[in-house]
């Protein structure tokens, strides 16, 4: 006579591939970007970012537009984006004091400040694209949802409509 054998329940663990524990994203401190234009300083981004993006959007700026300085500036906010690795563009600028300034020998290289964009124009031009992929992204979403959706129920020319539509136009006799 055999011993009873209980069954043995699957686990979720593979052995082969172990569960990787992932890091709560840590707060980071956040700057803004100020890019300085006809002595004025105007804001550059919508949300407050780590430090070396917020160098890399101002650099970005300044050396696709007329104006050839920016500054970043501590936010009272903590973000949670992903820093970049490094300030990209840092032998284009000189620092003075707080300020990043363009050297005059890369002052007119991009296509922007031939044109002679201003910082104010190229913003709200970064910020019209922005919201515009946001937009599409939404509807195509939005879209493959409906369709989703449309797929799950009976399609607008089903029995009960056809019937409806030859009762109308019939005066109901059928």
Known sequence: MRGITTPRIPSD?????????????????????LVKEKGKLLKANT??????????????????????????????????LRDDLRFAKISKFRKKGNFFIELNRNRIDSPGELQGITAKGLIAL???AAT??????????????DTLFSLNRPSSTTKSTIGSFIKRKSGGFI
């Open 132 to 145: 515009k992929r946001l937009s599409s992204a939404l509807v195509s979403r939005k879209a493959k949802s």
């Open 47 to 80: 949300k407050p970012l780590p430090k070396n993006k917020a160098l890399n959007l101002g650099a970005d700026i300044t050396d696709n537009s007329a104006a050839a300085t920016f500054t970043i500036r501590k936010s009272n906010k903590k973000t949670k």
């Open 13 to 33: 663990e593979n052995p082969f591939f172990p569960k990787v524990k992932t890091k709560a994203q840590k707060l980071r401190k956040a700057f803004d970007v």
């Open 126 to 128: 970064r910020k019209k």
